[in-house]
């Protein structure tokens, strides 16, 4: 049983729209109990959409938990059960008005493994047209656009600190040879 913990029991302390909170008492591999509180969530999608000049397209939002405006890649939640792949192009035609013709996946991560069952799922778009953007009714955002370079810049002087958005710019850096 190393680096493996059982379950012992567990109690379900919140369900709400977006995640469920468990607090469980689990078994450790030397015999002992912990106590576990989980966060568990549906999972996320990120897209980055790039063009053909390797401009990116971030959106800026307001986020309440920060209290402040941060710029990131259009994103989304996951409904339960819904195919990622699906979840992400509906976020970047509703959030940027974008569509594309080349649509890659290039990874996942975890972004709190402590405490929080997410998945985000990351893509990559290319060959984009433009459309109108159909944003939800409590959904404010501006589009930006920059240079990816500009933007891997950005996450480097710590301007951009959303960490989906961090991972997909180094990662499209990496896979388009920035």
């Known amino acids: 049983m190393h680096l493996e913990e059982k379950t012992l029991s567990s109690e379900t302390v919140f369900e709400g729209k977006i995640f469920?909170?468990?607090?469980?008492?689990?078994?450790?591999?030397?015999g002992d109990?912990?106590?576990?509180?989980?966060?568990?969530?549906?999972?996320?999608?990120?897209?980055?959409?790039?063009?053909?000049?390797n401009e990116?397209?971030?959106?800026?939002?307001?986020?309440?938990?920060?209290?402040?405006?941060?710029?990131?890649?259009?994103?989304?939640?996951?409904?339960k059960g819904e195919d990622h792949a699906e979840c992400g192009r509906r976020e970047l035609l509703e959030e940027t008005g974008?569509?594309?013709?080349?649509?890659?996946?290039?990874?996942?991560?975890?972004?709190?493994?402590?405490?929080?069952?997410?998945?985000?799922y990351m893509y990559?778009?290319?060959?984009?047209?433009?459309?109108?953007?159909?944003?939800?009714?409590?959904?404010?955002?501006?589009v930006v656009k920059m240079p990816l370079a500009e933007a891997v810049e950005r996450v480097m002087d710590g301007s951009i600190r959303d960490g989906k958005t961090q991972i997909v710019l180094l990662k499209a850096a990496r896979i388009l040879g920035l």
């Open 124 to 142: 990559l778009a290319r060959g984009l047209s433009f459309d109108k953007q159909s944003l939800d009714p409590d959904e404010f955002l501006d």
């Open 56 to 79: 990116v397209f971030l959106v800026r939002q307001f986020r309440y938990p920060f209290r402040t405006v941060t710029l990131e890649a259009p994103a989304g939640k996951l409904e």
């Open 20 to 30: 469920t909170i468990t607090h469980d008492t689990v078994e450790l591999e030397n």
């Open 98 to 120: 974008c569509t594309c013709e080349e649509y890659t996946f290039i990874g996942e991560m975890f972004p709190t493994p402590a405490y929080n069952s997410e998945i985000t």
């Open 33 to 53: 109990t912990a106590i576990r509180d989980c966060l568990l969530h549906h999972g996320g999608v990120c897209v980055l959409p790039v063009n053909e000049n």
